[in-house]
Structures are given as C-alpha cells and as structure tokens.
C-alpha cells in the first residue's frame, strides 16, 4: 500500500493533468488531514478542520471495495457512449488502482482508452475478479476494440 508520502508525491505529478482534480478527489481521503490539507482550498479547509476530516485507511480491502462498487456506474457510462463521464471514470480508476501498488497499476494498459473506455474497465475486471457483463454483446465488442454494433456512428470503435 502507499505512504501519505507517497500519496503526496502522486497528487503533485497528476496535478498539472488533472484538470478537473478527479484522481486528487480520489487520492486525498487517503491522506490523514495534516497532508491533505495542503491540497485543499481555503473553503474546503474551513469546511474540513476541527476534526470533520474523514481519513480512509489505504488498504487493500477499502479501495478494491470502492473499485467493485463503481464499476457497475463505469461499465454504464462506456456502454452509453457518454465521453466524458467515461473518461471521468477511467482517471478514478486510475487513481484507485495506482494506491494499490505499481505491480496493479502496471498490469492495466492504460492506454486502450478506445471505446470510451471498455478495454480497461474489462481489464480492471478481470484483475480484481469483477464479473465483466459478457452477455452484454455491445459491451463485450467495446471491450475488445470493436465497435458496440456494425454501423455505429457514435465514436465507438474508432
């Protein structure tokens, strides 16, 4: 698992390409409130000082749970052709698997994003052992590259 420390380091290489701060979202309930307060607005200090911080252990039990529960929403959100929300899911994704530990992180190709992101959710799934909905022929064409059906002409297989 990964030290505040390391956790810290993270949050400052992704910054500059997390424009919206969704893997800082994702990162920061990680850190025990003296670190992730330097990450936090004054607003969000205000609101979170004096003890209303909530500290989530970084175990390996906490985050796969979290990983498992938002699967289902992401694997929608691919189906559906929503680019953005998809996208948005794949950096939580991210965030989750990298406090895993490099070995999870680097088992992920990261990289196949094609299909609003199918190939990786599938590769999450199998990695953790989620049931990936293979009945679901759409989905299952996304997740290997193809487009969800022959004809589609919303971005999918491209």
């Not at 991210?94 to 530990?101: F, N, Q, V």
């Not at 994003?113 to 199998?126: D, S, T």
């Not at 953790?128 to 299952?140: A, C, Q, R, S, V």
Request: glycine share 10%; aromatic share 12%.
């Amino acid at each position: 698992m990964r030290t505040p420390q390391e956790i810290v380091d993270r949050i400052k290489k992704v910054q500059p390409d997390d424009m919206f701060g969704f893997q800082l979202g994702d990162l920061l309930p990680y850190l025990p409130w003296e670190q992730a307060k330097e990450f936090l607005n004054e607003e969000g200090k205000k609101e979170f000082e004096g003890g209303k911080w909530k500290y989530e252990e970084p175990t390996k039990e906490n985050i796969t749970k979290v990983v498992r529960e938002y699967m289902e929403f992401a694997l929608g959100k691919a189906e559906n052709h929503r680019g953005l929300s998809a996208g948005r899911s794949i950096e939580h994704f991210k965030a989750w698997i990298w406090l895993l530990g490099d070995e999870d992180y680097g088992a992920i190709n990261w990289d196949e994003y094609e299909n609003y992101g199918a190939p990786i959710l599938r590769q999450v799934c199998e990695r953790y052992g989620i049931p990936f909905p293979m009945d679901n022929k759409g989905l299952e064409r996304m997740s290997r590259g193809l487009s969800c059906r022959e004809g589609c002409d919303e971005g999918c297989g491209k």
